[in-house]
């Protein structure tokens, strides 16, 4: 059989690589908080049970020993990161389920195996599940990691935490309870924690595409895997496609693939004369009448960007207290900062006059 081939917008999904920064930080917490606390919060429940917890520790130790290895060389292993969240989101799973089974049979005193083969058929179907769900958003290309950003957190997800440990261990201090209806509230909260990570499972088709399209990788990514200290500075460029009429979808085509093998352009944004902002590009080209078609570079400027992302963190951050800042905004100040016409450094309606240009930076 032939290599399938990938459709543009499942192409852009896996090419939404977060840097090695975010993923160390996300990894470690992800690790500490939902393996290392809640995978043994059921241990710290009643009676304990050597079985259980040595069949919980040896995976999740392997799982913290990896971690730690790509938290030390985070660049270096850049490309095994999403298999490393893969498996983290198996281990979890695996956890909850066996600190369920934990307390169904050490702590409730349930008898057979009856509850171990439904919880292990469970198991096994919710894997499977978001194994193929995921794999089916991605090729929509509607999926996406879970990425956060380095200015803000959810609080959400931190209250979120503080409420489950607290309202885990002083449940009987605010109801009348017995100790079913604890364990039952604690398994249905591992239960829906497990639906989360699962769904991180995901990250593995990531992983399938970076070994198989290494290549492709490194044409939009060059220092992809390389040590920081062997990471290029390179100047990076926007550009914008100015046309009076809508731009065809042909016409965009032939535009990307004549300027979309350079590494060092983000994505085009199409525009209309009417939506752009002529005044400010006369400033830079005050002489050069504008064309029926045109194409306008835009060198990026990386400290203004991050500056006014903080501004934009410091503006919304209460407004988005609960959910974190979703993403839309983080793009809208993307769009704002590296499509602005006053970083313009080139124009041209001809198509060969632009990739020479960018071809003269490149080298």
């Not at 449940?171 to 239960?191: H, P, Q, R, S, V």
């Not at 609960?322 to 900062?337: A, L, M, N, S």
């Amino acid at each position: 059989m032939g290599k399938r081939e990938i459709a543009d917008k499942e192409m852009l999904a896996y090419l939404r690589l977060s840097t090695p920064e975010e993923n160390q930080v996300t990894i470690f917490f992800m690790v500490v908080v939902l393996i290392d606390f809640m995978g043994f919060f059921p241990y710290l429940i009643g009676p304990f049970s050597i079985t259980f917890f040595v069949a919980a520790l040896v995976p999740a130790i392997i799982i913290n020993l990896w971690m730690i290895v790509y938290v030390l060389a985070p660049y270096k292993l850049e490309a095994t990161f999403d298999l490393l969240v893969g498996a983290f989101s198996i281990v979890s799973a695996y956890l909850y389920w066996l600190g369920s089974e934990k307390l169904l049979y050490i702590n409730l005193g349930i008898q057979g195996i009856s509850a171990f083969l439904l919880g292990l058929i469970l198991l096994l179907l919710l894997v499977t599940f978001f194994y193929f769900y995921t794999r089916y958003q991605i090729r929509l290309g509607k999926y996406k990691r879970n990425k956060h950003h380095q200015h803000h957190q959810s609080g959400l997800g931190i209250l979120g935490s503080v409420a489950i440990i607290i309202g885990i261990s002083q449940l009987g201090n605010f109801m009348t309870t017995t100790e079913k209806m604890d364990i039952t509230f604690t398994i249905g909260i591992l239960c829906l924690i497990s639906c989360f990570t699962l769904f991180l499972i995901g990250n593995y088709h990531y992983y399938r595409f970076i070994k198989s399209n290494h290549h492709i990788i490194r044409k939009v990514y060059p220092d992809f895997s390389k040590r920081k200290k062997h990471r290029r500075m390179l100047r990076y460029y926007s550009f914008a496609v100015i046309k009076e009429d809508n731009l065809k979808r042909e016409e965009m085509k032939a535009i990307t693939d004549e300027l979309g093998e350079l590494i060092n352009v983000f994505p085009v944004k199409k525009v209309t004369m009417e939506d752009f902002d002529q005044e400010r590009l006369l400033e830079v080209f005050p002489v050069k009448d504008y064309e029926s078609f045109c194409i306008v570079v835009m060198q990026d400027n990386q400290k203004r960007l991050d500056e006014e992302v903080k501004k934009m963190v410091r503006t919304k951050r209460w407004k988005y207290f609960f959910k974190g800042i979703p993403t839309e905004e983080y793009e809208k100040v993307e769009d704002r900062v590296l499509f602005d016409p006053r970083n313009a450094v080139f124009q041209s309606g001809d198509l060969s006059e632009v990739r020479s240009f960018l071809l003269s930076k490149v080298r």
